[in-house]
């Protein structure tokens, strides 16, 4: 209860400082950005987190269902595969982002396929991590039942792993809503354009203008993710033990 | 009917668990798969089922080799049931229990009467009370009683159990041998079934089969093991006891004397008295007018020349036993009764025999005397 309170303060400040700047209208010889400007801005970051987390959620959670398999365990893919993905959050978003330049050119593609490999560690990880945590047990009664393996994904791996695969979803969209200030600088628009004019102009209500929204959509993005979690977590896995 | 036929397991890494197995497992019968851990039982259980292939030889069911069907079908036609469970914590007990039922497509009302059935059978009642219930909402020895519902699921003709009630503490479990042994009654099932539990075999099996490393040692049924111990190995694992532990093998209506002497409540204490010294006995039970079973009379209490009924000397009686009591239950009672003797009634309380020391005596000598000649 404590937290939504947080949560709701922040987010109240956050919206309240943008709508406030927006306001104002003139700053010297520069002018703020117009509430249309930032919707539409808005609505390009929104758009470049979708589609790059649509794409890190579709090659994430099959890649970590597949290294999750025992062969993939046996031969120690599961381990390369993960660090491969831990490398490409290793390097320092501004860098990753700015990489993509030169191979992709300026626009689109350079920030969604660097938001998506920003983004996929965290879904990758959880995945693989949720099918390890189930009990052996339960895999072993399954396919003693005569479930074949595709079965025993869909009915029993992937329900009993989506709580931990929507907790990497939502640290992955969070992290990711952040990152893609920077599309701004490979030629993208969004929320990074508005900061970046600020800094460029130096102008920090303008930079805040940007930076405040950005934050509150996180916030909101994290509040609809884990409602959307608790939602999709099997009422089997949140009653209460009754008896040890 | 299973049938094992030289059948060996060696896995990647050289160890070989089990070593040219011949078995032949009877439709309907239970069958204990015994030895100590390492010993190749819980292997050989799951060749079975193809969740372990084997290296060579063959397995067949009912005269078909296991390999020429598909494993997942195969399997759907064998209940399963392990130590850990494995219930699935997402779904309802319902749910699991009509597993298998769904994966066959049962139409939903068949799968649904079922499923009640098995709650019932399993002693989980009423239905309606647990069928919506998660698995964490059960108790551990609830849960094993789903776990076997489950493995039962679409009437398997066959049932492969790895130490089911293992893991349960020991009052639970014993409860739990009791009413399975009641349902293997009721349902006629063909069981293979894992433990290294030497108490739990006697109990449960039709047949023990005995293993150490990978091989078959001995194939007998629980007397015939306890009797006649193949070699040391099987004389150690059945353990120095051995002849206790067959007492529970067999029933009080096997050892009793049937119609005993008995004298009535309402006789006069001299005629009883005279009855004693003519059959030679300490004790006598003591009978209403219908052969309904009182207390004992002993003779040390009778003096000459005392008059009156027997049952105003009459000794009530402590314990009991039913023809069907198993003879290691009888013989404890029969230490605990100050009498020494145990009058065996019927469910009308009728006096239906006596057990003696000296008949159980007899009777267990009898069936080890041709071991102890050797």
């Keep these: 209860m404590r937290r939504r309170i947080v949560f709701l303060m922040l987010l109240g400040t956050f919206i309240g400082l943008t709508i406030w700047i927006t306001g104002i209208g003139k700053l010297g010889i520069y002018s703020t950005f117009t509430g249309q400007d930032l919707l539409r801005e808005t609505g390009v970051h929104l758009q470049y987190v979708g589609f790059a987390e649509l794409l890190a959620i579709v090659i994430g959670v099959s890649l970590g269902v597949l290294v999750s398999r025992p062969w993939a365990q046996k031969h120690k893919i599961s381990t390369l595969v993960i660090g491969a993905a831990g490398m490409g959050q290793c390097i320092p978003s501004m860098a990753l982002i700015a990489l993509m330049a030169p191979l992709l050119g300026f626009g689109l593609w350079s920030v969604i396929v660097a938001l998506f490999i920003y983004g996929l560690l965290p879904i990758l990880r959880n995945t693989y991590a949720g099918f390890r945590s189930i009990d052996p047990a339960i895999i072993e009664a399954a396919r003693g039942m005569g479930m074949s393996r595709g079965q025993i994904v869909r009915r029993i791996e992937l329900p009993l792993a989506r709580p931990v695969i929507m907790a990497g979803i939502r640290t992955s969209t969070v992290i990711n809503v952040g990152t893609a200030a920077l599309a701004v600088l490979v030629g993208g628009a969004g929320l990074g354009r508005v900061i970046l004019t600020g800094v460029l102009s130096r102008q920090p209500l303008i930079t805040l203008q940007g930076a405040a929204p950005t934050a509150a959509l996180a916030i909101i993005l994290d509040f609809l993710l884990e409602t959307l979690e608790n939602w999709l977590t099997p009422r089997g896995l949140k009653v209460k033990k009754a008896q040890a | ?374």
């Excluded at chain 2, 390999?67 to 319902?94: C, D, K, S, W």
Aim: include cysteine; hydrophobic fraction near 40%.
């Design chain 2, 1 to 374: 009917m299973i049938k094992l036929e030289k059948v060996t397991k060696i896995y990647p890494d050289g160890t070989e668990a089990v070593k040219g197995i011949s078995l032949e497992i009877p439709k309907g019968e239970f069958c204990v798969l015994l030895g100590p851990s390492g010993c190749g039982k819980t292997t050989t259980l799951k060749m079975i089922n193809r969740l372990i292939p084997l290296t060579s030889g063959r397995i067949l069911i009912d005269g078909k080799d296991i390999t020429e069907v598909n494993e997942n079908e195969l399997r759907r036609g064998i209940g399963y049931a392990i130590q850990e469970i494995g219930l699935f914590p997402h779904m309802t007990v319902g749910e699991n229990i009509a597993t298998v039922p769904r994966l066959l497509h049962w139409p939903k009302g068949r799968i649904q009467r079922r499923v009640e059935e098995l709650l019932e059978l399993v002693g989980l009642v009423p239905p309606e009370e647990f069928v919506n219930k998660y698995p964490a909402e059960l108790s551990g020895g609830q849960r094993q009683r789903v776990g076997v519902a489950r493995a039962l699921g679409a009437d398997p003709p066959i049932l492969l159990m790895d130490e089911p009630f293992g893991a349960i503490d020991p009052i639970t479990r014993e409860r739990l041998q009791d009413e399975f042994l009641r349902i293997q009654e009721e349902i006629k099932k063909t069981i293979v079934f894992v433990t290294h539990d030497i108490n739990e075999a006697i109990k449960m099996g039709d047949r023990i089969a005995l293993m150490r490393d990978g091989r078959l040692v001995q194939y007998a049924t629980p007397a015939e093991l306890l009797a006649h111990p193949k070699d040391d190995f099987v004389r150690d694992f059945v353990g120095a006891d051995r002849t206790l532990k067959a007492l529970r093998l067999l029933r009080v209506r096997e050892v009793m004397d049937e119609q005993p002497p008995s004298v009535e409540a309402s006789e006069s204490l001299s005629e009883a008295g005279e009855r004693m010294r003519q059959l030679g006995v300490n004790f006598l039970p003591v009978v209403d007018r219908e052969g309904r079973f009182l207390g004992w009379l002993n003779r040390s209490a009778l003096r000459p020349g005392r008059e009156g009924r027997v049952q105003e000397l009459m000794t009530p009686y402590s314990v009991l036993a039913t023809p069907d009591t198993p003879l290691n239950e009888a013989l404890s009672m029969m230490f605990e009764s100050a009498v020494g003797n145990l009058a065996v009634v019927d469910g009308e309380g009728k006096l239906r025999g006596l057990l003696t020391f000296r008949r159980m005596h007899e009777v267990l000598r009898e069936s080890y005397r041709e071991e102890d000649e050797k």
